[in-house]
């Protein structure tokens, strides 16, 4: 059973545009990473957040984690078709635990 | 080492068979993972290995499946009679865990994923 929770389940955007996917957890985390897949390929790593309130870019990505480490939300700014694929949140409980992932959000960005 | 391999990409099998896959992970990685993954759903957790100790295996995982990790470098995951509810993409990733984080020992740039192995049972 899925931990984690994303929304929206899919999303489908105009080149240009910029775009906001929410990771949310009942219970604090010690570490939240988000990774890009796309499809029948394996993850690739984004960023990883451990800090509350930290909030890490990288490019036109920037992720945040709120200062109870429950929720973390990642932006793309002006989206290009090369952001597509499926964004997944991943999570610790505790030090060097397992990571465990969320269902993910599927983005779909239109030229 | 350019990364972490999984073998076979694809296999295509009949109920009833034994199937076996395996995973290279980054050489210098002492930790292994496993996960399957179904169209429409994140990653799941089968277990994962530090060296060649398997510390955790998820109670989702029934008795058909096993995994090793002989010499703390590459695993296998074997499936035993496998069922058409089998079929899915297994992801294999490897990480640098050792150190507590935060002491300075290393620096954690999360797990890195192999290409996976797409599995079909017919």
């Known amino acids: 059973s899925q931990e984690l929770e994303q929304s929206p389940q899919s999303l489908i955007v105009q080149e240009g545009k910029n775009l906001t996917i929410n990771c949310t957890s009942s219970?604090?985390?010690?570490?939240l990473y988000w990774y890009k897949q796309k499809y029948g390929e394996g993850l690739i790593f984004l960023m990883m957040l451990q800090k509350g309130g930290e909030e890490k870019s990288h490019e036109k990505i920037t992720a945040k984690l709120d200062e109870k480490k429950q929720q973390s939300s990642l932006h793309i700014t002006a989206s290009q078709p090369s952001h597509a694929g499926i964004y997944l949140c991943?999570?610790?409980?505790?030090?060097?635990?397992?990571?465990?992932f969320g269902p993910g959000t599927s983005l779909s960005v239109i030229p | 080492d350019t990364g972490v391999s999984q073998d076979p990409r694809h296999k295509i099998t009949k109920r009833g068979q034994n199937v076996t896959f395996r995973c290279d992970p980054i050489s210098e990685h002492n930790r292994l993972y496993w996960y399957r993954q179904t169209l429409g759903q994140g990653p799941e957790f089968l277990t994962y290995f530090q060296n060649e100790a398997q510390l955790e295996k998820s109670r989702l995982l029934s008795d058909r499946f096993s995994a090793e990790r002989p010499k703390g470098s590459f695993s296998t995951l074997e499936i035993q009679r496998t069922e058409q509810g089998d079929s899915a993409m297994y992801l294999c990733?490897?990480?640098?865990?050792?150190?507590?984080?935060?002491?300075?020992?290393?620096?954690?740039?999360?797990?890195?994923f192999g290409s996976g192995t797409r599995l079909t049972v017919v």
């Open positions: 991943g999570a610790e409980k505790t030090s060097y635990d397992k990571v465990i």
């Open positions: 219970k604090t985390l010690y570490g």
């Open positions: 990733a490897s990480s640098p865990r050792g150190g507590a984080r935060g002491t300075g020992e290393e620096v954690d740039y999360g797990y890195t």
